[in-house]
């Protein structure tokens, strides 16, 4: 991992309070894509060991077990979608938003079969899917569309078991439903 400046890792990570943690975590994120760090984005997509990228991500979550779970494979989803770019993208909307832009030039979406499929394995999970998530996140890649709102995603899997199963009842609204149907409802 390079320090770009002395101090300078732990100056813009994880306690600098005046914005949300997960917003500070993508903006740390979209700092390593934009300073090419390729070491660190390369140690955030090794899942089988503990890096101190990985720490790092997870101690944007400020210690509940939940969000340091979720920041880690934010920052795990996050880095597999940059592999390769010089660019940051920091996504839009919720994953359901985002996966209406999933499939071919016939179909997307809603439309497509496959992407009904993955959005529902995703949205029936118990626990928050990971693995489902990763292949949403692969497809949004390999169709060249944009993420889902990073820092969203973060929010969104850190809540996955929250009482009334809001999350999973958003992205599916997002999904199914076009932006100005969702305003008028």
């Avoid at 938003?97 to 809603?110: D, Q």
């Avoid at 029936?124 to 497809?139: E, I, L, T």
Wanted: charged share 25%; hydrophobic share 35%; aromatic share 8%.
């Amino acid at each position: 991992m390079q320090q770009h400046e002395e101090g300078d890792i732990l100056a813009s990570h994880p306690r600098d309070g005046e914005r949300p943690p997960e917003q500070r975590l993508v903006g740390w994120l979209a700092g390593l894509v934009k300073a090419h760090d390729v070491g660190a984005l390369a140690d955030l997509r090794r899942t089988r060991i503990v890096t101190v990228s990985r720490l790092l991500a997870g101690n944007f979550a400020d210690g509940d077990k939940e969000g340091i779970a979720a920041f880690e494979q934010v920052a795990y989803l996050f880095a597999r979608f940059h592999a390769g770019r010089g660019d940051a993208h920091y996504g839009f909307g919720s994953l359901g938003r985002a996966m209406r832009n999933i499939g071919g030039p016939t179909s997307k979406g809603p439309d497509n079969d496959g992407c009904v499929r993955l959005l529902n394995q995703i949205l029936v999970s118990r626990q928050p899917p990971w693995r489902r998530v990763q292949h949403a996140v692969d497809q949004l890649r390999s169709d060249k569309t944009a993420p889902p709102s990073w820092a969203q995603l973060a929010v969104d899997l850190r809540r996955w078991n929250d009482p009334g199963k809001t999350v999973q009842h958003d992205w599916a609204r997002d999904f199914y439903l076009p932006p100005k149907k969702r305003n008028q409802s």
